[in-house]
Every structure is written in structure tokens, then in C-alpha cells.
């Protein structure tokens, strides 16, 4: 048992950036599916918001944990608020179960309070640390089962065409389309930014229609784990061949997986979803991506329909926790949230 008087929780300053890069290479993210980032500046994301903190926790001198939390405009049902986010924490697989997340959780709270009225927060996996997390934050055993869904990338003839759309557009479409969402995050500035893909509709008909954002040149997903059915697809299926004649993409361990985030998804019927994602992947494969990651609410339909175009063995779902309170302590249930893919 580690003693709290020997951990220094302070700012990450700029020039212990390898050290929280190091740290993160410790962490994977996940369960089944486990990635592991990698980019050129953890602190990137930090400096990239007006108003945020990245601190650390140190024990004898080493960064063992880190967390960082920015100040955002939000609107909780209906109105406009103010929230903490918290994004990329790590802790160090040795120290953890030690009240170390916890810790620094507590630290950013205290700071933001004057600031901010509700805490949101995200989480990769289904793990301990997350029902932990779930408890504390919502009272419950278990975070909501959000998810994302690995979509790989193919190519198939006779996709429709795609029909570029406004994202503020989309994101209308997807309101009305989830009356339930009492929690929407503002995304303008990301629907204006670089990673921007953009936002389509089929040329079918406006029955269908999503957003899609890149990571690339901020990170990379390399791949440490697979699901034991995929683990087994890879090996069959994992060919350059296999890619070439347009089969669904089999992600390797070890492997660089080029990702798309896909967000505000909505459907009116299964199929008008499924002509969707599929002109989707194709896309996607005509850009050299591998997989689409397809934000979904609870109890969301759209896999079942999904894996009638491409099987669950070669698309698995990735538990993913979207949690709220406010900052004062009640807990806030979220049916469906509108996220900024900034976030995620």
C-alpha cells in the first residue's frame, strides 16, 4: 500500500512531455480490443483549449498518474452551462486501486468549481476502474453502455454515392432524431477544423446521414490486443490479398490502425443505415483508413443491421462510458449525449 504523503500531485510542464508520453505506452486502452496511442505531444490537447490544466502524480520522483480537465460552453437541458471536462487520464497499471485516478479527479473538480457547474467525463473499456469511476459519479454499479462500434473499411460494387452535407446540418438532423439528448456539446470550432472529414447524407435520399472526424497527424492507434474471434479472423483474413480484393479490414497486433471517429449517425430505417455506412466504408478504404469507430447510444439497433452487411467477427463493439454530475455531486443521467469529437 502506497502512502498518500509520498505523492506530488503538480502541473505537467512542457518539457516532462516524454515522460507523460512514456506513461501512456504503459496504458493501453480497453478490454478485448486494447490500442495504445501514440503521438508527438501529449500536452497538444491541453494547449489546444483556452482555459486547461494537465497535472501529474509523482511518487519518489516518478510521474505514476495524469489527468487533464479544460473548461467548456455545454448545453444541459436546454440551457447553457458550463462543464469540466476530463480527458486522458492515465495511470501507471502498478499503481493503480491505489486512490491515484481519484486523486487527481478531486484535484481538478476543486479547481473548476468556481468555473463550471457539471463534470462529464469519458472512458474506453469496461473495466474495474471504470464501474469504480460509475459509482462514484452516478451512484450506479456499472457505467451507461455506450459503445463504439470498430466498422472495418471494404470495398463492395454497387455502394450508393454520398452527397456532401453542412455539419450543422447533420447535426440538426441528428437532434431531432434523439430527442433524449439532454446534454449537447457545442461543436462548431471542430466542424470548422483540419480534421474535419465532413459531414454526408446518401444521394439516395436524406433518409441517412453522419459526420465523420480524423485523428491523423495528432495520433495514432496501435493495436496490443485483439478479441479472440478477430485474434482468429486475422490470421485467415489479415492479407494484403484479402485487402486487395476488398474484403473488410483485419486489424493486426502490433499494427498501426488508421481510424475515422463517426458521430451525430442516425438512420430513419435499417436500411437507409445500412446504404449509408456502407458507402461509408468504401470511403473510408478509398482514403486508406482501416476502421470506422461509430459512436452509439444505448440500446442503438444500428449494429444488428451493420452486421448484416459485414459479421460481428470482423466488427466488435468497444464498451465506451460517457458519465455526468455536477460538480457539487448529484449524478446526471445521460440517455444519449451530443458529443464534440474533440473529445472523445
Known sequence: MMAAADIRVREVGPHEDSAALELERRCPQGRAFRIVFERESFRRRTDAFPEARLIGAWHRGQL??????????????????????????????????????????????????PKAEIGIAYSMGDNRAIQAMAREWIGADSAPAFSLLAYPTFRRSGADDLVVVPAEETRASYLRFRKDAVLQCHACEAFDSDQMIGSFRCASGPAASCSIWTTKDILEEVVVGLPTPLKLASKFFGGSLARRIGMPHVPKIGGTLRSWLVFDGHAADETAARKLFSAIAQKGRAANVDHCHILLPPQSLLPGALWRDVPKVFAPLIPFSIMARELAGRPLLLPGPVVDPRDI
Open 64 to 113: 505514476i498518474a495524469v489527468g487533464g480537465g479544460a473548461i467548456k460552453d455545454v448545453s444541459w437541458e436546454g440551457s447553457e452551462t458550463r462543464s469540466l471536462m476530463l480527458y486522458d487520464f492515465r495511470v501507471d497499471p502498478a499503481y493503480r486501486r491505489e486512490g491515484v485516478g481519484r486523486l487527481l479527479t478531486e484535484t481538478l473538480i476543486e479547481w473548476a468549481k
